[in-house]
């Protein structure tokens, strides 16, 4: 929806990368139907793509070239306008502190200056959606921040993000609304208030929340028992 910031989470293989992975038409629904804004993600795929600012769970360039060279290529495969793109990557290029590499290949970077890489290729037409898999891997604290603000920004504006996450702090203080699913199902939405509704439990954070509505709540409480076990032992008694 415009002005929100969804948060999809789930266990490890539950089905959020391959979620938006079927969203950008990367991927064939087994079932069901997906619309981005009235087009079919495989039909109408060029319409999609064209609507929606899309990070990897692992950055997607091409690493032979310098960030430079694959803004520009990002720009002209857009078709967008020269002088609108460049005020766009020179703002977040100073932002994230990474204009000093704009002219080194991108196989020499950081994986975290391959994420700074990846996340402004995404604005750079400005779109109304973004797709965010687990956006912050490989960034240090201030470019984190920084990413957090810019979502926020963009819900303020009217755009719409996904952003899947395993960092269920950040999930309960930068998304409006929450998705958990497990083995490719949606098994609770709402916002966080909702969430612990359905928990019974008014004060819970989000962590609690999502073990008690994945129903490994009991399990990590075993595994901590028998932890505390094996490296406590004598001094547990």
């Known amino acids: 929806m415009p002005g929100e910031v969804f948060g999809l989470l789930g266990p490890n293989g539950a089905g959020k990368t391959t ?3 079927v969203i950008m038409g990367l991927v064939e629904p087994s079932s069901g139907k997906i619309s981005v804004c009235g087009f079919d993600p495989l039909s109408d795929s060029v319409e999609v793509k064209a609507r929606i600012g899309y990070v990897a769970e692992n950055p997607i360039v091409y690493e032979s070239l310098s960030p430079r060279d694959f803004f520009e290529f990002v720009v002209s495969m857009r078709r967008i306008d020269q002088a609108a793109a460049n005020r766009v990557v020179s703002r977040l290029a100073n932002a994230f502190d990474l204009a000093q590499y704009f002219d080194s290949p991108i196989a020499t970077l950081s994986m975290g200056l391959k994420q700074k890489v990846a996340l402004i290729a995404s604005f750079i037409h400005q779109p109304p959606i973004l797709l ?4 912050l891997n490989g960034l240090d604290a ?3 921040r920084i990413v957090k603000d810019l979502v926020s920004l963009h819900a303020q504006r009217g755009g719409a993000v996904l ?3 395993h960092i269920m702090e950040i999930a309960e203080h930068v998304c409006t609304k929450i998705g958990i699913i497990e083995h490719g199902k949606l098994i609770a939405e709402g916002t966080l208030e909702q969430l612990r509704s359905k928990t019974e439990s008014k004060s819970s954070t989000l962590e609690e929340v999502f073990l008690k509505l994945t129903n ?6 075993d595994t901590t028992r028998m932890l505390r076990e094996a490296f406590l032992g004598n001094e547990t008694h």
Do not use: N, Q, W, Y
């Open 132 to 135: 965010l898999d687990e956006p």
């Open 19 to 21: 979620t938006i992975k």
């Open 142 to 144: 201030r470019s984190s």
């Open 216 to 221: 490994e709540e009991a399990a990590v409480a």
């Open 163 to 165: 952003f899947s996450t």
